[in-house]
């Protein structure tokens, strides 16, 4: 399978804790992109990276989440003393990088509850 | 069977029926456009894209229809099939801008055999 993959694909944690996730892109593609998306909503946006740099941040973006990505492929996504409001589904998807035409392709995502 | 999107979430038909998926987008900047579907426990899936210099795209089984005027998107599917069960979002962007879409809320189309 040459999608986006994401792992874990279910994260249960304990209000507090920390909560990695990791990202693997399509291999050609240079862009990454985080979202978060709560159930009957569309996905919201938290970062992109072009490459390994972190170009945008969403106001989302709190100061307990980081997101990296060293090497240019894969990215994770950390949550610091995670809160109840956090839980919700976490996508990932990358695209070559095209302009603003540029499609996006989607992981099945981390589904997080902290409770 | 016709969504009306934001008023109207949930969309039933049958199998064998056309289905019509409705959008309103928000900013009038936006020139680039793109249906996903997303299944249960999935994340969204491509289906397709339209730019503003166009009205009409034609994939299979699918159609996107773009109004500028009003500023509203439609999906057409035919011959829905239950595996066409999922909620369907547009995406608005602007090319040259961020690359970031913005993702409506969604309708859920629901396909009765």
């Known amino acids: 399978d040459t999608g986006v993959s994401q792992d874990p694909r279910h994260k249960i944690t304990k209000r507090g804790q920390n909560v990695t996730f990791r990202c693997d892109p399509i291999s050609e593609h240079n862009r990454l992109y985080w979202y978060r998306q709560t159930l009957g909503q569309g996905p919201e946006f938290l970062t992109y990276?072009?490459?390994?740099?972190?170009?945008?941040k969403s106001r989302l973006l709190s100061d307990r989440f980081s997101a990296e990505r060293p090497k240019g492929s894969f990215s994770t996504l950390e949550i610091q003393r995670t809160e109840q409001g956090d839980s919700a589904m976490y996508l990932c998807?990358?695209?070559?990088?095209?302009?603003?035409?540029?499609?996006?392709?989607f992981g099945p995502g981390t589904r997080l509850t902290v409770l | 069977g016709e969504s009306v999107g934001l008023h109207l979430p949930t969309l039933s038909v049958q199998e064998g029926d056309n289905s019509i998926i409705n959008c309103a987008y928000s900013n009038s900047a936006s020139d680039y456009f793109i249906w996903y579907k997303q299944e249960s426990g999935k994340g969204p899936q491509f289906i397709i894209d339209?730019?503003?210099?166009?009205d009409k795209r034609q994939g299979q089984r699918v159609t996107v229809l773009l109004n500028k005027t009003v500023k509203h998107l439609s999906l057409q599917i035919a011959a829905t099939q239950p595996g066409d069960s999922a909620v369907y979002f547009c995406a608005e962007n602007i090319a040259g801008g961020s690359y970031i879409p913005t993702f409506g809320r969604g309708t859920s189309l629901i396909v009765h055999p």
């Open positions: 990276f072009q490459n390994e740099a972190q170009l945008e």
């Open positions: 339209i730019r503003s210099n166009m």
């Open positions: 998807a990358s695209s070559l990088g095209a302009g603003g035409q540029d499609t996006q392709y």
